[in-house]
């Protein structure tokens, strides 16, 4: 099985797996990081967002072995304490229901506000409708992003 | 007022007899413990003589705990899954405590088998009963710290001021934290009586309080059953039959065993033939293959290797135990497919059904009327979609069993597990863990039991997960209805005759005794269910969910013949079920559900709405409480689009406000996107949709610009919320849709532009 070096949130880990090995169950098998979830496996309903470089990418799709020198980010390592503005938006607005969706969702919309300080509505579901929320906090998820845009 | 006198109303029993509902006593460190039976309170005087309490001792099953540090803790026996339980619950405890709201945390019980065969004696009053049992143990926690207050300054208790977790004898200048207080009151007599406040004098409920679980839900952390992590843990997954109607020959197994990282191949059951079923024991397959390796990718990886030989079922009857009652539920052999169900249905509305009201004669009222209008409704079966997929861990320990995960009904599932597996049911433990969504779907937990037995076999700790296509095709669907209606309006356009027939797979979703019956003098309503081997059960507001669409199309339908306001057409035929009810067993109360009506079109400016505005409304009843929507829509690009949703609940007192609105904004959604796109068919019994890309989710871009909720104010005790919003958003929108495009709804989904039948 051949050994990778990745970096995610900012520490080097060894990971040994198949080539063909989604980054979602590396970061969940190998590296228990489970905040990002497993929801459709075939990149449809953004449960599984991390940050590669930066930019919203869908885990469950994405083999460990394109990862290369690429910088990962996940939920674990968005903030310190969880003080990411889009976090404390979250929080502010009360957006979560059954909250399983909501890694995925803050990812795309951290993803989001770091390309786009101040992103319209078109630019927002432009972003966020690869993120299926079941409960339907949608509404919620637009005004936690435009709290979070200014501050 | 906060004394210990003022502005008290009703006062709460804590005990019948010699049976307790609460016990107080000190807690390690010096604090004071609380046990007491969570929804089995007494809800007044009167209430034990009308055999609601069950004759044995209660379990003391939830507490409340007010540590000498000051911190609170309270106990949630139910399982979240989003409805924010953790935090109204809790709010509820606060008021009566008149504790600070900052140092209360709430903690998810486990499941406790006896304890809840209890809860379950509450039937359809649970929410009502947790709401009188967290309102006395409040309040007797609170009456406990006066007293031992009262007791240690040797001042009156009556002059005591207990307020934000803080008690006060002014006069004498005495001050004391609940906390410092806490071991003293744990020696105090518990109280036979306690005060509860009067609501209007409520300082919490009714306001909004943040989530207690934000924090972890915004940080990812491990809540769910899919998070479960334990030594030496494998992971296990099922292949099931491609279709309904299908069971499990044999498999490449001994391949399969070979690969990567692979522990065991095997074919299993769930459920022995000669098990006696329960009620939530529904499962099309409970013959399946299990493999069970190291790592989720690697068992992924497996399955995409197993090269299964599948062989079909013939028609079979089973028993079941129906809470109690022995019923026989037939499954027919055969693959079957969407586009021949609807013949089926057709041939079974046009045959004899079951009469299951009759007022008046409609027959005679139909022939002597002046206008008829018969309409059919139908729609599809639906996949509930949790995000968080089926899944559950499992740990066989010597003679008793550990499981863990999302599940909505643990006490039918535990006798279940029992049978199968042979072992005593004190022997199971059940772990609840935050649900990713639960819509009715982890009411049936098969996949628990599965999990047990595939541990079992494997004698290693095991966590069992589906594949998004394993959930989407291995549902139990929201069944597919058809429902005709027949009206007769007279002369004067009112109407005199109305007849409702409800056919669906395999459940038709008939309430014989909601509105309209009670506001029509002939009226009937008949029904028939029509075996099927798709497997299908509960979905949020089940029956409800469809019945609303239909009735509520019929009724606007109506009322353009009748040239009738809508909500008008509808308030006149409240007011006669108000006034002069036809028949006396009607289960609705007429003024609650018209007040719902005017309060929706008071916030929606449904009179002022300009002539160009699409509007649609409705309004429907279920679960204790009413429900009204209006929604307006707008041509948007290529689909029709909704604009604005307006929502009026009467759900009786609010608990947490942000939270109530949060629920019905979500219920507005799933609406619109279930009535818009939701849709599942069978093609010779293989389910046409496995996974996201075809079964279409609404999403951002698809809500509506505003969706603006309302309630009735009033100081009825809190029925449910979860349910009520959702099934009038159908028929609101239907009724929209028609203003915009001229073309009456009577196929679900409506994005999919039926012609009418």
Redesign the interface.
């Known amino acids: 099985?051949p050994t990778y070096t990745v970096t995610i949130n900012r520490q080097q880990r060894n990971i040994e797996?198949?080539a063909?090995?989604?980054l979602l169950?590396v970061l969940?098998?190998?590296l228990?990081?489970?905040?990002?979830?497993?929801?459709?496996?075939?990149a449809?309903?953004g449960?599984c967002t991390v940050h590669v470089n930066g930019s919203a990418v869908r885990s469950c799709s994405f083999p460990i072995s394109a990862i290369g020198e690429s910088k990962v980010t996940?939920?674990?390592g968005l903030s310190e304490d969880?003080d990411h503005p889009v976090?404390q938006a979250?929080?502010e607005h009360?957006v979560?229901?059954?909250?399983?969706?909501?890694?995925g969702q803050?990812m795309s919309a951290a993803a989001l506000l770091a390309q786009n300080a101040n992103p319209d509505d078109a630019a927002?579901?432009?972003a966020?409708?690869g993120?299926?929320?079941?409960?339907?906090?949608?509404?919620?998820?637009?005004s936690a992003i435009k709290t979070a845009a200014k501050s | 007022m906060n004394s210990a006198t003022g502005n008290l109303a009703n006062k709460i029993k804590t005990s019948l007899g010699r049976r307790r509902f609460l016990q107080a006593s000190a807690a390690a460190g010096g604090g004071l413990m609380i046990n007491f039976s969570w929804g089995v309170a007494p809800t007044g005087a009167g209430d034990a003589a009308a055999g609601m309490v069950p004759d044995q001792p209660f379990e003391l099953n939830a507490y409340l705990l007010i540590a000498s540090s000051g911190e609170i803790t309270a106990m949630v026996p139910n399982p979240e899954?989003?409805?924010?339980l953790m935090t109204s619950m809790p709010m509820i405890l606060a008021e009566e405590l008149d504790a600070d709201w900052q140092s209360i945390t709430a903690k998810q019980a486990n499941y406790d088998a006896r304890a809840y065969e209890r809860q379950f004696t509450g039937g359809s009053q649970s929410i009502r009963r947790a709401w009188q049992s967290l309102r006395m143990a409040g309040a007797s926690a609170r009456h406990m710290l006066i007293q031992a207050a009262a007791q240690q300054w040797q001042v009156p208790a009556s002059e005591i001021i207990a307020k934000n977790s803080t008690l006060t004898h002014t006069k004498n200048d005495k001050q004391s934290s609940y906390g410092a207080m806490a071991a003293a009151a744990s020696q105090m007599p518990t109280p036979d009586e306690v005060s509860l406040k009067d609501k209007s004098s409520f300082e919490l409920i009714g306001k909004?309080r943040?989530?207690q679980?934000?924090?972890k839900?915004?940080?990812?952390?491990?809540?769910?059953g899919?998070?479960y992590?334990a030594e030496g843990m494998k992971?296990a997954m099922i292949e099931h039959p491609p279709a309904f109607g299908q069971t499990v020959e044999s498999a490449n197994l001994d391949e399969i065993k070979k690969m990567?990282g692979i522990v065991d191949a095997f074919i299993f059951e769930s459920i022995s033939p000669e098990q006696q079923k329960n009620y939530f024991d529904t499962n099309a397959f409970p013959r399946l293959i299990a493999i069970v390796g190291e790592?989720?990718?690697?068992v992924?990886?497996a399955k995409k290797a197993l090269k299964p030989q599948w062989k079909n079922l013939p028609s079979r009857t089973e028993t079941m135990n129906a809470f109690g009652r022995e019923v026989s539920v037939t499954t027919p052999g055969g693959l079957e497919n969407t586009t021949d169900h609807r013949k089926k249905m057709d041939q079974a509305l046009a045959g004899e059904l079951n009469t299951l009201r009759e007022d008046g004669d409609v027959i005679s009222a139909f022939d002597s009327a002046a206008t008829v209008i018969e309409r059919t409704y139908r729609s599809p079966y639906l996949a509930h979609?949790?995000?968080?997929?089926m899944n559950f861990f499992a740990q066989i320990n010597g003679d008793g069993v550990h499981v863990a995960g999302p599940l909505q009904a643990p006490v039918f599932i535990q006798d279940t597990l029992a049978s199968r597996l042979g072992i005593a049911k004190k022997k199971i433990h059940i772990e609840f863990t935050?649900?990713?969504?639960?819509?009715g779907r982890r009411a049936y937990s098969h996949y628990l039991v599965e999990a047990a037995v595939i541990a079992k076999q494997v004698k290693a700790p095991v966590k069992l997960?589906y594949?998004?296509e394993d959930d989407m095709t291995m549902g139990i669907y929201r069944p597919s209805y058809t429902v005709r209606i027949k009206a007769a309006l007279d002369k004067d356009k009112k109407l005199v005759a109305y007849q409702v027939k409800g056919g669906g797979l395999s459940e038709h979703c008939v309430h014989e005794n909601r509105f309209p019956a009670g506001a029509v003098d002939n009226y009937l309503a008949e029904a028939k269910a029509i075996d099927s081997n798709i497997t299908t059960g509960a979905f949020r507001a089940p029956r409800s969910n469809f019945m609303a669409s239909a009735e509520q199309s019929f009724l606007d339908e109506l009322a353009e013949a009748a040239g009738v306001d809508p909500i008008d057409f509808r308030l006149a035929l409240l007011d006669r079920a108000k006034n002069n009810p036809v028949g006396d067993n009607n289960d609705y109360d007429p003024a609650r559900y018209a007040g719902v009506l005017k309060l929706v079109r008071e916030k929606s400016g449904w009179d002022a709405m300009p002539g160009t505005t699409h509007k649609g409304v409705a309004a429907y009843f279920c679960h204790n409480s009413y429900a009204a929507q209006v929604i307006t829509v707008k041509q948007g690009e290529g689909e029709p689009k909704v604009d604005k949703v307006y929502s009026a609940l009467d759900c009786g007192i609010v608990v947490n406000k942000?939270?109530a609105i949060?629920?019905v904004?979500?219920?507005?959604?799933?609406g619109i996107?279930n009535a818009l796109f939701g849709e599942m068919t069978f093609t010779d019994g293989v389910p046409d949709k496995k996974?996201?890309?075809r079964y279409r989710?609404?999403?951002?871009?698809e809500?509506p610009d505003n969706?603006d909720v309302h309630f009735v104010e009033n100081s009825i005790d809190p029925t449910g919320l979860g349910e009520p919003p959702f099934p009038p958003v159908f028929p609101a929108l239907a009724n929209a849709l028609y203003q915009l495009l001229g073309e009456r709804q009577y196929l679900q989904p409506y994005a999919k532009r039926h012609q009418a039948s």
């Open positions: 099985m797996a198949d063909d090995t989604p169950w969940r098998d190998e228990q990081l489970v905040g990002t979830k497993f929801g459709c496996g075939i449809q309903c449960a996940t939920i674990e969880g976090q979250w929080l009360d979560a229901q059954c909250g399983y969706c909501q890694a803050i927002i579901n432009n966020m409708s993120n299926i929320c079941r409960c339907g906090t949608y509404g919620r998820i637009k | 899954f989003g409805q924010n909004s943040h989530n679980e934000g924090q839900i915004v940080t990812g952390q491990p809540l769910f899919i998070d992590q992971i990567p790592k989720t990718w690697q992924m990886k979609n949790t995000l968080e997929p935050r649900m990713g969504g639960g819509f997960i594949s998004r942000d939270s949060n629920m904004e979500g219920a507005v959604i799933d996107g996974n996201f890309d989710i609404i999403r951002i871009n809500i969706i």
